[in-house]
């Protein structure tokens, strides 16, 4: 149908090849018309498998009248913020900050788009040591840091909570870091 709703073509679909569209047109609301005849069975439903049998036809033929709406569209967008990955919904792994898009099958053969826009906060846990100082590889400005002494089941070293700790003595260490806690 061109935009004024006059038929451009027309295919023969799922009948017995004895059915026609006589007149079509198009409302407004983008809502599409169509009139015709046909013999024997035909689906108009598309939510269905079914087929609509018409009782006894004048002259071997029935005359149909067909509205179509379009199919209403849904679509939401999820914005997340994670440490290492996003888990949508529908079970795809996203690891990289984007925006993603995922199409999944609505009623009556609607599709409906949900869009993520994803971001990953990855943490860098590393430490470099220059003699007794350790210094946290993560250098974002949001972040919170708190030292601890792994040989002492990780216990927390009070007051250090700084991206530097320069050691007091021997001894194992690690810094818990967190962006937006």
């Known amino acids: 149908m061109d935009g004024d709703g006059n038929l451009l073509w027309h295919k023969h679909s ?15 609301e983008n809502n599409l018309y169509f009139a015709g005849q046909l013999r024997d069975t035909v689906d ?14 004048i002259a071997g033929s029935v005359v149909y009248n067909l509205k179509l709406s ?8 999820i914005t997340t913020v994670d440490c290492s990955n996003y ?13 993603y898009f995922e199409i999944f099958d609505g009623s009556c053969n609607c599709d409906s788009l949900i869009t993520f826009d994803v971001t990953i906060n990855s943490i860098d846990n590393g430490i470099s040591q220059e003699g007794a100082e350790l210094n946290s ?6 972040a919170t840091y708190q030292w601890v002494n792994c040989e002492t089941d990780y216990t927390e070293i009070p007051g250090e909570t700084d991206q530097v700790y320069t050691a007091t ?6 810094v818990i870091v967190a962006i937006g806690a």
């Open 14 to 28: 799922n009948g017995s090849e004895n059915e026609s569209i006589l007149a079509s047109t198009i409302d407004p």
């Open 44 to 57: 108009f439903d598309f939510c269905t498998t079914s087929e609509q049998e018409f009782g006894s036809p």
């Open 70 to 77: 379009q199919c209403k569209v849904f679509g939401e967008t």
């Open 87 to 99: 888990t949508s919904p529908y079970e795809e792994v996203y690891t990289e900050t984007g925006i």
């Open 137 to 142: 590889n993560e250098a974002n400005r949001e």
């Open 169 to 174: 003595e021997n001894g194992g260490y690690g």
